[in-house]
């Protein structure tokens, strides 16, 4: 057995493997945001697909159907073939996605090949923040979880960065450049931290309850002292092999229990995925630029907007990654409800008082334009700093060992089928108006807080196989006589 790595050296390698990782985070993000710069263009009659606003509006969320998808079954996978093979099987569905899309000579083509991408996305979105938490110290787990939504956040800034650089090369998105139209290389471009992400995921070791589970010890043993930094391997492994009770058979039926045809925590897990797409961030992401000119910013200045915001976001998500281990989670996800509901509300105030021009935009008079810039900043901060990171970092760590891929994998499902919901009603809010849009943001933000206060328990500090399946909300630490 080798000997376990000094502090600083078991801290960069653990960050280092934590980063590998989180790339396919990064891939997610990356490719859930490209498709802004090119959707435009590839819709526009010049392009030979001319689509329609309905045929737009499904080629642009059709990838998150294959998320869903890909998010379900990456768990059971994950416990059958490793960790490591989803990843790189996630990477190739990434590289396939790239180049198809660029290339495709149709809509029904191109929106197969997004769907292939999600698959790849979904299985990311699982694989990536459950492989941290079953690598990091426990000392560390929530900073090194919180890389995951770092990686979403940078790669939807490198996305919409390298669309609007090639767009500028070419002249504009529908322009052609290098033989093929400008869109067509934003797509392609996924291609390189694609497969600088399966290089790298090929170069991981295997988690440490994966090789527990097949009962390859010797291989754990290793794991655990190099990675993790475990003094007393034999005693690690003998309480991770206690709480693996049926994970060498797991499936979606282990998630049963008898609350509502689910376990508690798995209900837990959902809930916390649906509420961090029902306060409508993506709405900010996917219509931000769309929004700000329908209420009176030119388009130069709302891409500029757009742009800051994105900045804003991986800003207050390092600042997240600062906090979680220090404060813990639970105060942080309420802290971060309460500010969503206020930013939201005021979102929808602000809203209330705007007029429809004779085109039919939406105007908003002084100060409300003002305000409704600085809430919807405002909410992206918040957001940002708790909900976005903690609740990737929760259903990382939050299930125990015997049902932790199975059940991240429902979970984050749950989280795509909700993202689906949002992105696809937003327009038909709008229609009824901006301020019912908001307010029922808003009025989950408040759900959210309560269901956070009753429901959600504090891991911080928490070794995994102490994790359990019921639902334990401490909610002040208890106070004994002396």
Do not use: H
Request: with cysteine; proline share 4%.
């Amino acid at each position: 057995m080798s000997a376990t790595p000094s502090g600083s050296a078991l801290k960069g390698r653990v960050i280092a493997i934590s980063i590998a990782a989180a790339l396919g985070g990064f891939l997610f993000g990356f490719d859930t945001a490209v498709i802004n710069g090119a959707v435009d263009a590839l819709a526009g009659a010049g392009s030979g697909f001319d689509l329609g606003v309905g045929l737009k509006g499904f080629a642009v969320s059709s990838a998150l159907i294959g998320c869903a998808v890909g998010a379900w079954f990456a768990g059971p996978l994950a416990n059958r073939y490793g960790r490591i093979p989803i990843m790189v099987a996630a990477a190739i569905l990434f590289l396939v996605s790239s180049i198809g899309s660029g290339l495709a000579f149709s809509v029904v083509d191109l929106i197969i090949w997004r769907v292939v991408g999600g698959l790849g996305v979904g299985a990311a979105s699982v694989i990536a923040p459950a492989y941290i938490a079953e690598v990091s110290p426990a000392r560390m787990r929530g900073r090194l979880g919180s890389l995951q939504q770092l990686a979403i956040v940078t790669g939807i800034f490198v996305a919409l960065l390298s669309d609007a650089m090639l767009a500028d090369v070419a002249g504009g998105a529908a322009e052609p450049l290098w033989g093929l139209y400008a869109w067509r290389w934003m797509f392609i471009a996924e291609a390189i931290p694609a497969i600088v992400y399966g290089v790298m995921a090929l170069r991981l070791p295997e988690s440490p309850r994966y090789l527990v589970a097949k009962g390859q010890l010797e291989k754990a043993s290793e794991v655990l002292t190099a990675v993790t930094g475990t003094v007393d391997v034999d005693a690690k492994i003998k309480e991770i092999t206690g709480t693996i009770n049926t994970e060498r058979s797991e499936s979606l039926r282990d998630l049963r229990g008898n609350r509502f045809g689910l376990k508690p925590i798995v209900w837990v897990g959902i809930l916390l995925s649906v509420f961090q797409q029902f306060v409508g961030i993506n709405v900010i992401f996917y219509y931000s630029t769309t929004l700000w000119q329908s209420v009176g910013f030119g388009e130069a200045q709302a891409l500029t907007i757009t742009v800051i915001t994105s900045v804003t976001n991986i800003v207050v998500t390092i600042v997240a990654i600062l906090l979680v281990d220090k404060v813990g989670r639970r105060i942080m996800l309420l802290v971060g409800s309460v500010g969503m509901t206020i930013s939201l509300g005021l979102m929808a105030l602000a809203f209330s008082f705007g007029t429809l021009d004779s085109a039919g935009a939406v105007t908003l008079p002084d100060p409300w334009s003002t305000v409704a810039l600085i809430c919807a900043n405002a909410f992206v901060v918040f957001f940002g700093a708790t909900w976005g990171p903690l609740v990737w970092v929760l259903l990382g760590e939050m299930f125990p060992n015997s049902i932790r891929a199975g059940a991240l994998a429902v979970a984050a499902a749950a989280q795509w089928a909700a993202n689906f919901f949002i992105s696809t009603t937003f327009p038909a809010f709008a229609q009824i108006g901006l301020p019912f849009a908001y307010g029922f943001y808003a009025f989950f933000a408040l759900l959210s807080f309560f269901f956070v206060y009753f429901q959600v328990a504090e891991t911080k500090g928490k070794e995994l196989e102490e994790m359990s399946e019921d639902v334990k909300v401490e909610r002040r630490p208890r106070r004994t006589r002396a």
